[in-house]
């Protein structure tokens, strides 16, 4: 077995970071700036990282980065579209670099940092935690590190799949893609407990509400993030998700 390691969505620890660094200054009644000290941004990260380091007992980190567009971008338009007029936070290009540098980078063409922890976390042959505060690895066979919760939980395959179809159903208003109108988590729990954790109850759901399979599929496909074998990294090319006949 491989030595244990840990694999970091960076792009977690680089907003929070870069966030808590800022600082406001007010130079009269009518102007205020922002500015952010290159030195304290990279002392909040090293700090982000070294207390969740702790928490674990591994001291092994790696991080994987996202990259500005993804296959979701070329299948959804709408995808984080309503993000696009948010800011970023100060100094984030130049900490990501910096980041860089220090911890072994895991940025794969096309893919978001959740992708790559997927794939690499969801692989046997390697030994990863993952650590992220993202609850859709909830999606994804691996051990995970919940840092904002402080959970340490191992997710099965069984449990991951039928996470994911609970994703496909209720959708990600944050990421930008609906699901069935009207269903949360709950409903969706409550539609796959009743008639069965698979593609035709999904396929329903969309039905009953006037969309289509290929609404469906869309979702499905959004909410996947990816596993081990569903990227290749010689030509770039992600295997979409298709249901299980």
Same mark, same amino acid.
């Given at each position: 077995?491989?030595?244990?390691?840990?694999?970091?969505?960076? %792009?977690?620890?680089?907003? #929070?970071?870069?966030?808590?660094?800022?600082?406001? /200054?007010?130079?009269?009644?009518?102007?205020?700036?922002? $500015?952010?000290?290159?030195?304290?941004?990279?002392?909040?990260?090293?700090?982000?990282?070294? *207390?969740?380091? /702790?928490?674990?007992?591994?001291?092994?980190?790696? +991080?994987?980065?996202?990259?500005?567009?993804?296959?979701? $971008?070329?299948?959804?338009?709408?995808?984080?579209? $309503?993000?696009?007029?948010? #800011?970023?936070?100060?100094?984030? &290009?130049?900490?990501?670099?910096? @980041?860089? *540098?220090?911890?072994?980078?895991?940025?794969?063409? #096309?893919l978001e940092a959740d992708d790559v922890l997927g /794939?690499?976390?969801?692989?046997?042959? !390697? !030994?990863?935690?993952?650590?992220?505060?993202?609850?859709?690895?909830?999606?994804?066979?691996?051990?995970?590190?919940?840092?904002?919760? =402080? *959970?340490?939980?191992?997710?099965? =395959?069984? *449990?991951?799949?039928?996470? $994911?179809?609970?994703?496909? +159903?209720?959708?990600?208003m944050t990421d930008g893609y609906k699901?069935?109108?009207?269903?949360?988590?709950?409903?969706?729990?409550?539609?796959? %407990?009743?008639?069965? @954790?698979?593609?035709?109850?999904?396929?329903?759901?969309?039905?009953?509400?006037?969309?289509? =399979?290929?609404?469906?599929?869309? !979702?499905?496909?959004? @909410? #996947? /993030?990816?596993? @081990?074998?569903?990227? !290749?990294?010689?030509? &770039?090319?992600?295997?979409?998700?298709?249901?299980?006949?």
């Amino acid at each position: 077995m491989p030595t244990k390691k840990l694999l970091f969505d960076g %792009d977690m620890i680089l907003y #929070r970071a870069c966030f808590a660094s800022e600082k406001e /200054i007010k130079w009269d009644d009518d102007i205020f700036t922002l $500015h952010a000290d290159f030195s304290d941004l990279k002392d909040c990260f090293v700090s982000l990282v070294d *207390e969740i380091s /702790i928490n674990i007992g591994c001291f092994d980190v790696e +991080l994987a980065f996202s990259q500005k567009k993804t296959f979701r $971008h070329e299948l959804n338009e709408e995808y984080k579209a $309503h993000r696009k007029d948010k #800011r970023s936070p100060l100094g984030i &290009n130049a900490l990501r670099e910096w @980041a860089s *540098e220090v911890w072994p980078t895991h940025c794969w063409p #096309r893919l978001e940092a959740d992708d790559v922890l997927g /794939i690499l976390g969801s692989d046997p042959a !390697n !030994n990863y935690t993952l650590v992220s505060g993202d609850k859709d690895f909830k999606t994804v066979p691996c051990e995970w590190y919940n840092f904002l919760s =402080e *959970e340490m939980l191992v997710i099965k =395959e069984k *449990e991951a799949d039928y996470n $994911h179809l609970v994703q496909t +159903l209720s959708g990600d208003m944050t990421d930008g893609y609906k699901g069935v109108p009207g269903v949360g988590e709950k409903t969706a729990k409550k539609l796959l %407990d009743k008639n069965g @954790a698979s593609w035709q109850t999904i396929k329903d759901a969309y039905e009953k509400a006037g969309m289509d =399979e290929g609404d469906a599929l869309m !979702n499905a496909r959004m @909410a #996947r /993030i990816l596993r @081990a074998g569903d990227y !290749n990294q010689q030509t &770039n090319k992600v295997k979409l998700w298709k249901p299980k006949q």
